[in-house]
């Protein structure tokens, strides 16, 4: 029998016992929607991208040793470059500059509340025989379950970036763009690794701000181009959702002209040219401003979205000649290859219209796996339907074929091969 003494005496010790855990518990600050995004060059900087839900005056702390969620130890802090509120949400930026190539940085938000998990990225390399990965594709707008296997795929192969096509939503309403940022977060690995994406507009984002505020592009109007490693790659993100013709294609000009140096370079955008389903509408304005300029200029790789189903070509040219079909004709020596059309998650259509330089095509969810060096570029088509089966890549080595990874085989086989 206890008497009031000894009741008195436990009901004290557990109330100090729960004071004590809560003041030594962590308290997670009320961030989220969590998003890396690039500006300029990935070996050298970054983008760092979330929802500040409440609390007040947040603050990065990072650096290249992992210190946890002790914030006070990471030697770098920086405040938000950019803020915005938008589809209900307030966005905040920090753009990191002067990082070190081919290094793992570790961050963490500190705000009134409290500390945000600890996140990381790997800076891309910069040594002149460096290897790089991407993963490409777009159109994640309707169904949210292969959107959610393509996201997941993404924290599995962990690629130096992520060239999104556009139409991430279905009308990008506030609802939409919330549910799609929280399928994002299946694209971080279970580390806390994080990816950047490059994001192009769609005929699905209704205007070039929704792009701009919630992946702070380097360009209001969504026409940019970042160079990746030591010039190996220059990477354009071109509209197609405003005029091809007058500045953009001007821009694209000036922009080939000043970095003739860079080894490879390749283009996104949403809407292809020649769409490989009967029901799309041709892209002749693309065709017109864009088809020579890529074949003169060496883009060899093109990858492009919106019809929702799957192509890869052989190298082709522009021409009009009398063995032409649709405008090109194929040129193995110094085509362009063009990859696609979406499948991130949008409903699939029939390819119904394949082209005599059409190397293979299908019908199913996938995106392109390239890795590019000085010496070659390798695209396979990833199907993405068993993403929970697949195992991950080694932090180490992007480049290892995971176990159970579905990737497409057709008829010319699963890898393409592309020369500078």
């Not at 707008?141 to 970036?161: D, F, T």
């Not at 088809?291 to 003169?296: N, P, Q, S």
Request: net charge neutral; proline share 5%; aromatic share 12%.
């Amino acid at each position: 029998m206890f008497n009031s003494f000894t009741i008195k005496k436990y009901f004290m010790r557990g109330f100090l016992f729960i004071f004590l855990v809560g003041i030594s518990a962590p308290s997670f600050s009320k961030t989220g929607k969590y998003r890396l995004t690039l500006r300029d060059n990935p070996a050298t900087s970054i983008v760092i991208g979330w929802e500040q839900i409440s609390g007040e005056n947040p603050v990065v702390y990072y650096g290249d040793v992992d210190y946890g969620v002790s914030w006070e130890d990471y030697k770098l802090n920086v405040k938000p470059d950019r803020t915005v509120h938008y589809a209900e949400m307030e966005n905040n930026f920090v753009r990191l500059t002067d990082l070190t190539p081919n290094t793992a940085y570790y961050f963490v938000i500190k705000d009134s509340e409290g500390v945000s998990k600890r996140f990381w990225f790997k800076t891309a390399p910069m040594e002149p025989d460096s290897r790089l990965s991407f993963i490409a594709g777009g159109d994640s707008r309707n169904n949210p379950v292969p959107r959610r296997n393509a996201n997941l795929l993404v924290s599995k192969l962990k690629p130096h970036a992520v060239l999104f096509g556009g139409d991430m939503t279905v009308s990008g309403t506030t609802e939409q763009w919330q549910a799609w940022l929280e399928d994002w977060q299946l694209t971080i690995s279970d580390n806390g690794r994080m990816y950047p994406v490059i994001a192009a507009r769609g005929n699905h984002e209704p205007n070039n701000e929704m792009v701009y505020h919630l992946f702070d592009t380097p360009s209001e109007k969504i026409y940019y181009a970042i160079t990746i490693g030591d010039n190996l790659v220059r990477a354009y993100v071109l509209n197609t959702e405003i005029s091809i013709a007058g500045d953009q294609t001007a821009w694209l000009n000036k922009d080939l002209a000043q970095n003739k140096n860079a080894r490879w370079k390749i283009a996104q955008y949403h809407k292809p040219m020649r769409p490989h389903v009967s029901t799309k509408r041709e892209g002749d304005m693309q065709y017109m401003h864009w088809a020579k300029l890529f074949y003169d200029e060496q883009i060899k790789l093109v990858v492009e979205c919106d019809a929702h189903t799957v192509k890869t070509t052989w190298p082709v040219k522009p021409s009009t000649g009398r063995k032409s079909d649709e405008g090109f004709v194929r040129d193995n020596r110094r085509g362009t290859v063009y990859v696609g059309e979406g499948c991130w998650g949008a409903p699939l259509r029939a390819n119904d219209d394949t082209k005599s330089w059409t190397r293979d095509s299908g019908v199913f969810n996938q995106f392109k796996w390239i890795f590019m060096d000085s010496k070659k570029a390798e695209v396979r088509t990833i199907k993405t339907d068993n993403a929970e089966e697949v195992a991950s890549v080694p932090n180490e080595n992007p480049f290892d074929i995971p176990d159970k990874l579905d990737i497409w085989n057709p008829e010319n086989g699963a890898v393409v091969e592309i020369r500078p």
